[in-house]
């Protein structure tokens, strides 16, 4: 609903990233905004930012993989703000590196917090949304919901988890001529914190694949899905539209140019290794906040004609354009090996 003010909306992961940047694009149209994360220095770093920009704010200390304490949120949530309008799910935590050196302990880990947290989200939401016949689920989702790449196999499975689970509570929903709307948006490689502070198994720092966006071109994205939930999914950049085609039109190609440029394409020694364990068991952020943004602003975009085109239903022909030309490319370069 553009321009209605005093939306109740939940936000998950909001003490960084896309989760933070979202919290504050819908405290500037005047909503209340509940912002649920595992770190208390990320949460109040957060919660003054949604002050400044104007909207009412209630920090919830959470882990999402809990669902007690999703539930025990959410409750909250209606006893301090009303009824919820918008619920966001974009918590994860994740640990890079090859499938063989990720432990299993590891990889159930990322799978509770980023499947399950979705899981958990969507339910706390459905449970008072579904009574009231009103209310939109806006899952962020990535291209790698479609796409596994390699050094990133719990992240990727998650996402692909998420991306069924969604579409099997939209079906039902709409059996129940619900009208209640659950939307995803799948997201680019986007300039946030966790390339820093997720568990990691890489010999050098973690990056995002080429090309990143800052998170603010996501959280637009969101505002426009909670908006006009009835399209079941939006694309977010260029490369997420390119990658999405050709992984549908040229799956095996694509196995091997990742298998070729995914591990270097993941990797930058033009920042020192990160110290520590990372987030994947306690927070990152408990006494620190590392607010919205990564450190790959330098090379970060804020503004993506497709996101635009897509706006304007131009999208798939946009991005159908690129694939000739990326599919002209790679086959190219697969002629010169």
């Known amino acids: 609903m553009s321009g209605t003010t005093r939306q ?52 919830i200390v959470t882990d999402v993989a809990e669902w007690d304490q999703v539930e025990r949120a959410a409750r909250r949530v209606e006893e301090e703000f009303g009824p919820v309008d918008v619920w966001v799910n974009n918590a994860f935590t994740a640990a890079f590196g090859k499938f063989t050196d990720v432990s299993p302990e590891e ?3 990322a799978t509770r917090s980023t ?19 009103r209310g939109t689920v806006v899952q962020v989702g990535s291209a790698l919901a479609y796409r596994g790449i390699p050094l990133q196999s719990a992240y990727c499975g998650a996402k692909h988890a998420i991306q069924g ?43 995002p694949v080429p090309p990143i966006y800052q998170p603010e071109v996501a959280a637009r994205a969101v505002l426009r899905a909670a908006d ?36 270097q394409s993941q990797q930058t020694d ?25 450190v790959f602003g330098d090379r970060a975009y804020t503004f993506d004609p497709q996101v635009w085109a897509s706006r304007h239903h131009l999208g798939k022909a946009v991005a159908a354009a690129g694939l000739v030309g990326a599919g002209y490319a790679l086959l190219r370069r697969r002629g010169r090996h």
């Not at 694309?235 to 990742?258: C, I, K, Q």
């Open 8 to 59: 109740t909306v939940v936000v998950t992961g909001a003490s960084a990233g896309i989760g933070r940047a979202t919290a504050v694009m819908f405290a500037a149209r005047g909503a209340r905004v509940a912002l649920l994360a595992r770190g208390r220095g990320g949460l109040d770093g957060a919660a003054a930012e949604v002050r400044a920009a104007g909207g009412q704010v209630l920090p």
């Open 115 to 133: 499947y399950l947290g979705y899981v958990h989200g969507t339910r706390a939401a459905l449970e008072s949304m579904v009574s009231r016949d």
């Open 270 to 294: 033009a920042h020192p290794q990160p110290e520590g364990h990372g987030n994947l068991l306690a927070p990152a952020d408990e006494k620190e906040d590392y607010g919205a943004h990564g």
């Open 107 to 109: 990889f159930l880990q």
């Open 228 to 263: 006009h939930p009835q399209r079941r999914e939006y694309w977010v950049g260029t490369s997420t539209a390119v990658t999405l085609l050709a992984n549908a039109v040229v799956p095996g190609l694509l196995d091997r140019y990742l298998a070729r440029t995914g591990f």
């Open 165 to 207: 689970f969604t579409e099997s509570v939209r079906c039902e929903l709409l059996h129940d001529k619900s009208a209640v709307r659950v939307t995803m948006v799948q997201m680019p490689a986007v300039n946030t914190p966790q390339f820093t502070w997720l568990r990691t198994h890489l010999p050098s720092h973690a990056q």
